[in-house]
């Protein structure tokens, strides 16, 4: 799912007629002054971040004055709020709230219902999951009949909204439904839907994110890497997605840890097979190595996609060492794999002597991609350790012998750990 | 020669064929892709058009492996990742 921002998401919602305080996105706290000076009331400040919780977190703040703003963004602005940093905030008027509301809409992706979910609660302003099932609605949407009108007022009848702002909240409910629609979201979320005490609803934040599948068709959004992250995609996130973007022949995710790597004990990870992969992780881990980057190809990708994932990994200054672990049978063939990474390993390896290298490969033709592993690599200047099924459930062992070839490759060049 | 399949570049320098005697290529397409490379007059060839290789080849790089291994070192496969280099420049990464 690729996620947006909450003022990215408001501007959908707006669109489909969700009202949503006034305010604008800045980078700067001059702005921020600008846009409560625009607003000409007490404004919130939000820093806006993939993250829940951003309130208790300090992420987000209120500025009674303009020039309390600009100040208040500039707290802000460049902070981290939950290890991200925060590059812009939000700066709207600031909301009375007389009641909060919760409305989303998700995929219920079971075999049995394959179809939206729209929810409804009285309690909003807190995580959906914390909310009592008496206190939460919910409409399973036939996508062929649609979700009309009267089924979001029903939705809010069921949980006794007043009268006087049945209208209001439907049409907030409506809205949301219209957007998920309209932009193949997987999640869109509103919490709080806010009532104020002038009586007037608003969507106080919201969460909304897009099907990946469906991403191409929204150029407007500007999202450049169609995938679930925590953060932002990084510069070489971004080059990466391009082997994957166009090439749907089995998968080649590529996430980095850091962007810049500071100190020592970092190691590129390739993993095969997302779950299994996670296993070789932990390993590293275990002996107080840590991975610069995730990356898993697996559901049989081609050679030369295999190979380029290989060469982005190795693009990251600082990494001591590659682990290629495939900590499962894989039932894909494995002989494309050591094709692709005898040829990524014959271009790097003679750049940088002596660099440490664990490969673990096994399941379908493990026994020719071990040949081709040996024999691709038998004549490059690397520290190469090749295993096979036998050690395919010996992460610990694995990433011990990857500590040791990093502490021979460190004495060779002389860095000294302690230094 | 040189042929494009859906991302790469084949490349075959064909004065380094003259006197091969594995023609490993072909069999090593054969073996891991879809034979798009056949055997013609003793040397490689492409068993169809640019759009044949396109369609079929399977991107596995066997034959550039194989060449190397157990031929004469006349292929060169090219799978570029546009920015990387300028990104390695950037970073310092030879």
Wanted: hydrophobic share 40%; aromatic share 8%; net charge neutral.
């Amino acid at each position: 799912m690729a996620r947006l921002y909450e003022y990215q998401g408001k501007q959908l919602l707006k669109v489909f007629k969700v009202p949503i305080p006034q305010g604008e996105v800045v980078s700067t706290p001059q702005e921020a002054k600008r846009v409560a000076e625009k607003v000409g009331k007490p404004v919130a400040i939000k820093s806006q971040v993939w993250a829940g919780g951003r309130g208790k977190a300090g992420g987000v703040k209120f500025a009674d004055h303009p020039l309390d703003a600009e100040i208040v963004a500039n707290q802000l602005l460049g902070s981290e709020i939950k290890n991200l940093k925060v590059e812009k905030v939000l700066v709207e008027e600031k909301l009375n709230i007389e009641k909060e509301y919760y409305v989303g809409v998700i995929i219920d992706a079971s075999r049995e219902v394959r179809a939206p979910v729209v929810m409804f609660s009285t309690e909003g302003g807190i995580d959906i999951e914390s909310v009592p099932s008496e206190k939460i609605t919910q409409m399973t949407v036939d996508i062929l009949r649609g979700f009309r009108s009267y089924d979001a007022i029903n939705l809010a009848r069921r949980l006794d909204v007043p009268a006087a702002f049945l209208p209001a909240v439907s049409q907030a409910i409506s809205g949301l439904f219209n957007t998920f629609k309209e932009y193949n979201c997987r999640t869109a979320e509103i919490n709080p839907l806010v009532l104020t005490r002038d009586g007037k609803i608003f969507a106080g934040d919201c969460r909304i994110a897009i099907d990946d599948s469906s991403v191409y068709r929204h150029p407007e959004l500007g999202i450049s890497v169609a995938r679930e992250a925590a953060t932002p995609p990084t510069e070489l996130d971004k080059i990466a997605w391009q082997i994957e973007e166009g090439d749907l022949r089995g998968t080649c995710y590529i996430a980095q840890m850091v962007t810049e790597i500071k100190g020592l004990n970092y190691v590129g990870y390739h993993g095969m097979g997302g779950g299994g992969a996670i296993l070789g992780v932990d390993g590293l881990n275990r002996v107080g190595l840590k991975i610069a980057n995730y990356a898993d190809t697996s559901g049989n990708p081609t050679a030369a996609k295999v190979y380029r994932a290989v060469k982005v990994i190795f693009s990251q200054p600082g990494i001591e060492g590659y682990m290629l672990g495939g900590f499962m049978y894989a039932n894909q063939e494995q002989w494309h794999h050591a094709h692709g990474v005898v040829k990524a390993l014959q271009e790097e390896l003679p750049k940088r002597p002596g660099f440490p290298c664990v490969l673990l490969i096994c399941g379908n033709k493990e026994k020719e991609a071990l040949e081709i592993l040996r024999e691709g690599t038998k004549d490059l200047p690397g520290r190469i350790e090749i295993y096979g099924a036998d050690k395919v459930y010996e992460t610990q062992f694995l990433a011990e012998r990857m500590k040791t070839l990093i502490a021979e490759y460190r004495k060779e060049r002389g860095i000294n750990p302690v230094d | 020669m040189h042929f494009e399949e859906q991302t790469i570049k084949v490349v075959i320098d064909e004065s380094k064929c003259v006197g091969c005697k594995t023609q490993a290529c072909v069999a090593g397409c054969k073996l891991y892709d879809r034979g798009i490379l056949i055997l013609k007059d003793g040397m490689p060839a492409l068993g169809g058009d640019a759009a044949f290789a396109r369609r079929v080849g399977t991107e596995c790089l066997a034959c550039e492996y194989e060449c190397w291994f157990r031929g004469n070192k006349a292929i060169t496969i090219e799978a570029p990742i546009p920015g990387l280099d300028e990104y390695r420049r950037k970073h310092g990464v030879l």
